[in-house]
């Protein structure tokens, strides 16, 4: 499509087809976003005639470009453009949007219609998640076949995408690395719910990317040769490209074109068919779709077949290069061959922090797959999240050591875009009282089911010095809440290295491997329950010598004190389990029979110990239980002193019990 | 002192002495950063001993200049500071950083030690909490006395904070708003903890800062006269202020300088001497504070005495002003006569979304209490929290409604800056789910002990169409895990303004109002408990008619299933209570014989309906007792279709209630 060709009448129809379906589709639902749609037509139409590179038969064509609409709210937007452009979405969808069991959902959700590439709605995660679809497509690119992933990352989003912190923190790094694979397609309009943009937001977001490394261009919303131009220049510059286009929410709309009334709510009957009169359009009638508009963008999809039928033939020729077929085998769902085989065993005496055993679990996995990918948020030497002998990610040069910066938000969101990439596995660092910072994206990947793996240090109080602001208390309680989260807090070493293999392994939702700073008894397996009971989140550690009347349950370095505290008890004749409890998501997904062969209801006198908050822990230690863990905030100390002043100790748990079965 | 002064020798030794005393303070802890508190002390020295308006034997003057370490890491620095510029902290205080109960905690701690203005460590946080203080000073300025209150807020920050997106969103207001009266000193010294800035960290800060709005000065961090005169011209700048100093971390440590060894570990007994060579001291001596630096900077002593007096001459001339009278009442801490006595009694049938009723408790307590400021990310016509008639804030003009953008993170910690500012008490309002982008920001108000006020509008999947991306689930829970957080849910528009009523009477920790979207009914209060109930988080708010046989547990808008529920279950002569639980927080500050009261442990057949995520409710329900929540995330649809689909109705409440009597 050249530039004379934007003057075929049916380019404008069909730009006004996409703006009165979007609108049809809210006012049916009697909900929803409007305003975005419009305004954003002329874009949305250039890049999906033209720019991206796209199989509407095939949405998951691993070459494809990939389209982020940031502003998730202008979800009918992106619908329309599916429907009309040949995707698996009718008409009746449309007319379904944002009801019961419908492909349409309020916002675009991943997995839940073709073509959309991931969830968006709260703001700044899909500009964010788009910096790590373009790092994807850099590593295969570097790492697999160029020629095969070349492929570009397209990105709508809207002010409030770039007020969010988070995406500052993406665009910084973006800017850093050089991702010349990245185009933002920013819609200016001016308007917020509460008003004029004039009321918050008046910095000059052009100079703020200049400043971050970004290639700038600014353009008129209606103007498509302008905005074409803008586009072509984008995707030849080696920097990140920003084309801020001056928009105008709702326009068309006689009433309510920028203004804020056009943005969260349905135009109104009256107003949207005086909008449609302004388009020259039947005021009743509603979605309509003229023939010559559906012949005319059914184009895409004779376009994306040819575009995917020759990928397809390039990497049909490229299928003995190693590099592609390791990838194929990855792609494909699958984890390498012999991925688990280098996971060492740690013997007893060999007391090692768990964040140590993680480092050593990371370093023998990676050489095993090429598709892990590693980093931490400038924590890296604490985190242990190293891959040694790997490359840093550096601008122009991907690599397995991601540094994030202190950017903990926009890693969390960056990880989600690495796991939308075929094959890669993203694990990244931090402490884990700054799992906080980028619980938005941890959400998100939830949500989706993508399976990030977090590696959270310094787990609790048992930090030491830094004190309160570092240390975790109620993080442990706040992600168990988080449906599809899987945290695993291990004992020791060896659970440590299970704890890996069940992140690994887990490719439905993401892992959150909660570590020590410091270092941690490793258990006799010889004489107490075999390791790979981690698998099942629970699991009998040291039975009771004698009739059972006592459990005592922990998780992460309380076990050991749980451990000492049923020799003395045992010694004392009080028969006396120990259930190791590193993970309540994995423990819950056993049946009943397990789970009551591991903590039998008829033991009701039970004592759990944590040095997290104690919120939640009623589930396990029943009516009749008691569990140690904390009330309030930490305090700066030594480590040691500080477990012992909240008494995270053998001799407290002993006490506990005791008193519990006097 | 004039910048000829500078080359007088007890300046240099003031600072080597800042250096080595902070050095000292690691070495002697064996935890803690050396470097920053190395690099730092020129402008530290400068600050407090030139342009810092501040008394050190009354740190809390309320018209002194603020001071805030955004490197909380560089605690030593603010230590070492507090000890030589007069304030009480003593040297014996500075030998025992980083100990069990000792004033200097690993990282500054509010509250702790006089002198420390906010708590920080989090990076990001105290950037923007000084945010906040600025917007504190001007609404002080603009409406209680210009002069009194002209005071500056000054900050000390690195790399790390200005990384943070958090930071990002709050320095776009700053710059938008024109808070003449903020200066941040930047310590740009190029290393992070992975190593170089150049590994992830690139942009041109002061070009991004220039596009915020801001007004920018660079200099030599060593060249006095420089650092100086950009302070200068940073006070007289009518923007806020970026000094970009270039640093050396660890400067003077020959090994470890310029490098990341120097940040955060001990340098080492070794490498400590021969920086304490290097600096021409005695390389064995600890703790040197030669008499010529404590008689030179005591100066600060009499300086801050005279500045105080002067000021409070100032105000005693002033007190007859109402304005100054009304301060000074609520600066001490009390709520001013009559706050509450406007707060409206909604009539039964009068059918009210939660948000609507605390939208009218907001317009009903705004007139009695001028120091109540609101505002919103974005979201007031559906988090209802404009203040009407009132002024926006406005660049340059403070006001009651702050427009705060689509930036939750930098809300929340600007709001523990309005809190830090005698007699503000700021609330704000965004959607529920979106509580986990100023999670951080939270947590500090709850560890700082500040008590600002969240409106928390559509709180479950009764928010309907806008779908899983915008419903809360587990973010009650979440909440309610976080020490010192006090969560209410309100069931009807009557519990609403109970719940405001116990959120503006705790002053000791921030107060979650978790408000819905859909109207809910109006409790009859005539016939069922007294609402005046919510104070105690928990009460009986239908009593049962025949002997006790099943107890309802809800909260928010599914106690109206509960109480349609027991009508059912009783009518079958089944003795039914129901509980309203608006707040855990409140329930568990019960005496145990209260609790007993509404809970009785003799009825173990309970059941509990909530909206949200099941974790926790372990502890009410008992181990015979059922949840009905949430165990997934939700969907997009309307919003009845959505709770009969999850079953929160009474007829399913009915029917489980049923079941478990069975």
Chains 1, 2 share one sequence.
């Not at 049916?10 to 975005?36: C, F, K, M, W, Y």
């Not at 009282?433 to 793996?453: E, K, Q, T």
């Not at 919120?615 to 700066?636: C, K, P, Q």
Request: net charge negative; aromatic share 8%.
């Amino acid at each position: 499509m050249s530039s004379q060709q934007f003057s075929d009448p049916v380019v404008r129809q069909s730009i006004d087809t996409i703006r009165l379906l979007s609108a049809d589709a809210v006012e049916q639902a009697n909900s929803g976003h409007p305003g975005t749609p419009m305004e954003a037509a002329p874009i949305a139409y250039l890049l999906y005639m033209k720019h991206l590179r796209h199989n509407p038969a095939n949405p998951d064509w691993a070459g494809r470009d990939r389209f982020v609409l940031s502003c998730g709210h202008a979800s009918a937007l992106i619908y329309s453009m599916l429907h009309l452009t040949g995707y698996d979405l009718s008409l009746d969808d449309l007319k379904n949007f944002r009801q019961f069991g419908s492909k349409t959902a309020g916002h675009p959700e991943f997995g839940h219609v073709p073509g959309v590439e991931t969830t968006t709605g709260p703001l700044g995660q899909g500009v964010a998640v788009a910096v790590g679809m373009a790092m994807g497509g850099q590593y295969l690119a570097q790492n697999v076949d160029a020629e095969l992933f070349d492929y570009r990352t397209w990105v709508i989003c809207s002010d409030g995408d770039l007020m969010e912190g988070v995406s500052a923190e993406a665009a910084s790094l973006a800017g850093h690395l050089r991702l010349g694979n990245l185009n933002y397609l920013y819609l200016d309009n001016k308007i917020t719910i509460e008003g004029d943009t004039s009321l918050a937001f008046t910095e000059d977001v052009g100079a703020r990317y200049l400043a971050y490394g970004w290639h700038i261009e600014r353009v008129e919303g209606e103007n498509l040769a302008e905005i074409d131009a803008a586009m072509e220049r984008a995707k030849n510059d080696p920097r990140p490209s920003l084309i801020i286009a001056r928009t105008h929410i709702g326009i068309g709309a006689p009433n309510k074109q920028d203004t804020h009334d056009a943005h969260g709510a349905p135009l109104g009957t009256d107003e949207l068919a005086l909008t449609k009169q302004a388009y020259g359009r039947d005021p009743q009638a509603t979605f309509v779709v003229p023939a010559e508009v559906t012949a005319h963008m059914a184009g895409c999809v004779t376009n994306g077949a040819e575009l995917e039928k020759a990928w397809q033939q390039q990497i049909a020729g490229k299928k003995s290069s190693p590099a592609v077929a390791n990838w194929l085998n990855v792609a494909s769902g699958e984890l390498p061959a012999g991925w688990d085989t280098a996971l060492p065993t740690f013997a007893t005496g060999d007391n090692k922090a768990t964040r140590q055993a993680s480092g050593i679990a990371i370093n023998a996995l990676a050489p095993q797959m090429p598709f892990l990918i590693g980093g931490s948020a400038d924590l890296a030497p604490s985190n242990n999240t190293e891959i040694k002998g790997e490359n840093d990610w550096l601008p122009g040069r991907s690599g397995r050591n991601i540094h994030y910066g202190i950017r903990e938000h926009a890693m969390g969101s960056i990880m989600n875009g690495l796991c939308h990439t075929p094959g890669l596995i993203p694990f990244a660092g931090t402490f884990f009282v700054f799992a906080d910072y980028m619980r938005p994206a941890m959400r998100m990947a939830a949500l989706m089911g993508l399976a990030p793996i977090y590696v959270l240090t310094h787990d609790s109080i048992g930090l030491g010095e830094d004190g309160p602001t570092h240390q975790p208390i109620e993080h442990l309680a706040s992600l168990r809440a988080m449906p599809n989260m899987t945290v695993i807090r291990p004992a020791d070493a060896n659970e440590t290295i299970e704890a890996w293999k069940a992140a690994i392994s887990n490719r439905q939702g993401p892992t959150a491997l909660v570590l020590t700073r410091q270092g941690l008894p490793t258990v006799d397996r010889d004489q107490f329950g075999a390791v790979a009971g981690l698998q099942k989140g629970g699991y009998v550690l040291a039975a009771e010598a004698t009739a059972l009347q006592m459990i005592l349950i922990a998780s992460g370095s309380e076990v050991q004190h749980a451990m000492t505290a049923r020799e003395t008890l045992q010694a004392e004749g009080i028969g006396t389990r120990v259930v190791s409890l590193p993970s309540w998501e994995l423990f819950e997904a056993q049946d009943a029979a397990y789970r009551e062969q591991v903590l039998p209801a008829a033991c009701t006198k039970r004592v759990a110990m944590e040095a997290g908050a104690t919120f939640g822990w009623e589930r396990y230690i029943g009516d009749a239980g008691v569990v140690i863990g904390m009330s309030g905030f930490g305090a700066s100390a030594p480590a040691g002193e500080l477990m012992k002043h909240f008494g995270f100790t053998a001799e407290n748990m002993t006490a506990v019990a005791r008193e519990l079965l006097a």
